[in-house]
Structures are given as structure tokens and as C-alpha cells.
């Protein structure tokens, strides 16, 4: 049984935690996201809380995932990120992050997907990740696993400039 109790859908504090640069043409109120089962991107409406991806009908949360204390799930799945804070620690079975991955605390998975994984200062890491891209601070600490870096895991954005309201997520 999976229980989102403790998960916090904003950041609590002033902590740092790396935000996506806007991405020209996307309409205010929108954001992409990329599907955590089949990594399809598309268009969402921000406030959404679980959504269906249009390409493989699977279901899964929206929003973005803090982990701000200790957790233990056997199954984390959203189609935007994962934020595992300082002094945090998330210990789960599989994690499929659609978007990201962003440690700045203790992370512990067996498996873990997303598009793009940030290891920040003094943050530790043990298990197997396939990922878009990685980024990792030279104080983050590998205790163990397997990494897999896939570019195509990455959602890319196309606009028409004839028509800045047709965007397009790759």
C-alpha cells in the first residue's frame, strides 16, 4: 500500500533546490512532464494532482514529490520530480521520476528512472539509476549501483515561431 501522508508538494524552507528554467512558449498555467512508464511528454495543467498519460492510459501524480524527513515506500511514481532534502532520507524499492531526481540527503532504491538526476553537496546515494543526465557534486558520496545515462529520458521543447502557442514536448 502506498501512502502520500508525508509528502509535501511545495518546499518548506529557503533550501536551494535547482528549478528548471522557463521554457519559452508554454502557456502560463501549463507545464511539461514526461510519463514515468513510457516517457512520452506532454502538456499538463499545473494544478492537476493525478493524471492519465495519453499514450499508454497509465495513471500517476502530477505534482512534484518532497521528501523532507525519514521515508520508506516501497513504490514512489510521478510524472514531474523528486526533491529528497537535506538531512532527509528516502528509502524505496523502485522510483520513476518522470522529470528528475534531486538528492541533497540520503536516497536508498533498488531501482530508480528519471530524467535528470542531481547528486548535491554531501548527499548520498545507493542503488541503480538509468537516467537522462546526471550532475553530481564532488562532495555527493556513491555507495553503490549501477548508473545508465540515456539522453532520450530528457524532455526537449519545439515551438512553432509562427505560432508560439503550438508547443510541442518530444
Not at 502557456?27 to 495543467?45: E, N
Not at 498519460?53 to 515506500?73: H, L, N, Q, Y
Not at 541503480?128 to 564532488?138: A, I, L
Amino acid at each position: 500500500m502506498f501512502f502520500f501522508s508525508s509528502f509535501k508538494s511545495q518546499p518548506e524552507s529557503d533550501e536551494v533546490i535547482q528549478q528548471d528554467p522557463p521554457v519559452p512558449g508554454v502557456p502560463s498555467g501549463q507545464r511539461i512532464v514526461r510519463c514515468c512508464f513510457c516517457h512520452h511528454p506532454f502538456l499538463v495543467p499545473a494544478a492537476g494532482t493525478i493524471l492519465t498519460c495519453p499514450k499508454c492510459s497509465k495513471r500517476a501524480r502530477v505534482d512534484d514529490i518532497v521528501i523532507s524527513g525519514t521515508e520508506f515506500r516501497p513504490k514512489i511514481e510521478t510524472f514531474g520530480k523528486v526533491y529528497v532534502r537535506r538531512r532527509a532520507k528516502l528509502s524505496a524499492r523502485t522510483i520513476n521520476a518522470g522529470l528528475g531526481l534531486e538528492v541533497l540527503g540520503e536516497l536508498e532504491a533498488d531501482s530508480v528512472v528519471c530524467g535528470k538526476l542531481y547528486l548535491g553537496p554531501a548527499s548520498r546515494w545507493s542503488g541503480d539509476c538509468k537516467t537522462g543526465s546526471m550532475n553530481m557534486d564532488e562532495t555527493a558520496s556513491v555507495l553503490s549501483g549501477r548508473f545508465s545515462v540515456q539522453p532520450k529520458l530528457i524532455v526537449t521543447v519545439r515551438s512553432n515561431p509562427l505560432n508560439p502557442s503550438a508547443v510541442r514536448a518530444l
